[in-house]
């Protein structure tokens, strides 16, 4: 625990207004003469912590054991030497690296390194599907070039020797998602179904189909909630808005409600229109008094200046 907290204290930013030291161009001129010879790596799986094995691995893998020297950067890349540009060169031009099933970026390296270095990863790309009838060179450059930047192609058709599929190099970012099969149209009206087989692909996220994580460390994934957690979060929104609103409860907090509408009286009854619409039902006995339902007890006196209900009177 000690050591942990001394390497925290030597981590602050001290020392900041402190004269700026200068280094002559002498001091560091050798510097790109010791490293052109060389490629910085760096594992695509960032579950991976000690690179050390890393180092280890990859020139074994390629039986470049005493041809070459690698070593640990810091926590992200690493840096492997070469004794001649003959080796350099074949390692470049064959397949990415591997590590535990993982892909490895490796470039060349550069005297002022771009913002997106070892950000991208060439990797050979089997096309299948393309008709006989459209097999061409111009028709696999079509299709790779929205796939990615085009490195090589191989594709030679005096001398192929299979047309089951096209092989071609294509540059992918590390953090591109994979496309596995294409429905695409020719000029002539016919459709087919492309599909991609990348060689030495050995772990891919089955959710967002990137090369870089396995499912279960998505970020791109949205996991479900547990029922007990759903409960929580709602429990802890309702208490957060209750508290909110006995905090926040004042005169100005409600806002004045509204003034009613006023009400229209209703029009008085047409005697006309009601004997229209219902014959069966009135009855004129004079002017004033009109008895509504000869075979019941009670009858209405329907009157021009009252809907008073009356009681029926006996002759």
Same mark, same amino acid.
């Given at each position: 625990m000690s050591d942990e907290l001394w390497d925290e204290i030597q981590n602050f930013e001290l020392g900041q207004e402190d004269p700026t030291l200068f280094i002559p161009h002498e001091a560091y001129v050798m510097v790109e003469a010791a490293n052109r010879l060389s490629m910085i790596a760096r594992s695509l799986n960032p579950r991976v912590k000690n690179l050390n094995y890393v180092v280890v691995a990859l020139p074994r893998s390629r039986g470049l054991t005493t041809q070459i020297h690698g070593r640990v950067l810091d926590a992200t890349y690493v840096q492997f030497l070469f004794q001649n540009e003959i080796d350099l060169m074949m390692v470049q031009r064959r397949e990415p690296w591997l590590f535990n099933n993982w892909f490895v970026a490796a470039t060349i390296w550069e005297v002022a390194p771009a913002h997106n270095f070892v950000t991208t990863i060439d990797l050979w790309v089997q096309i299948r599907g393309i008709s006989l009838s459209y097999v061409s060179e111009e028709t696999v450059m079509e299709i790779a070039q929205d796939l990615g930047e085009i490195i090589m192609l191989d594709y030679h058709d005096a001398t192929l020797a299979h047309i089951a599929y096209i092989r071609v190099r294509v540059?992918?970012?590390?953090?591109?998602?994979?496309?596995?099969?294409?429905? @695409? @149209?020719?000029?002539?009206?016919?459709?087919?179904?492309?599909?991609f087989q990348y060689e030495r692909l050995r772990r891919l996220c089955s959710s967002c189909f990137r090369f870089t994580h396995n499912r279960a460390y998505c970020p791109y994934r949205q996991r479900p909630l547990s029922i007990?957690?759903?409960?929580?979060?709602?429990?802890?929104?309702?208490?957060?808005?209750?508290?909110?609103?006995?905090?926040?409860?004042?005169?100005?907090?409600?806002?004045?409600?509204?003034?009613?509408?006023?009400?229209?009286?209703?029009?008085?009854?047409?005697?006309?229109?009601?004997?229209?619409?219902?014959?069966?039902?009135?009855?004129?006995?004079?002017?004033?008094?009109?008895?509504?339902?000869?075979?019941?007890?009670?009858?209405?006196?329907?009157?021009?200046?009252?809907?008073?209900?009356?009681?029926?009177?006996?002759?």
């Open positions: 540059r992918f970012g590390i953090t591109d998602r994979l496309k596995f099969f294409w429905r @695409i @149209i020719f000029d002539s009206g016919e459709t087919a179904t492309i599909r007990a957690r759903e409960r929580a979060l709602f429990s802890d929104c309702v208490r957060r808005s209750s508290m909110n609103s006995q905090s926040q409860m004042t005169d100005s907090t409600f806002p004045v409600p509204w003034t009613p509408p006023l009400r229209v009286a209703p029009p008085p009854l047409n005697h006309a229109e009601f004997e229209a619409a219902y014959p069966h039902l009135a009855t004129t006995t004079n002017e004033h008094n009109r008895y509504v339902g000869e075979s019941s007890t009670v009858r209405q006196d329907l009157s021009s200046d009252s809907n008073t209900l009356m009681p029926r009177r006996e002759p």
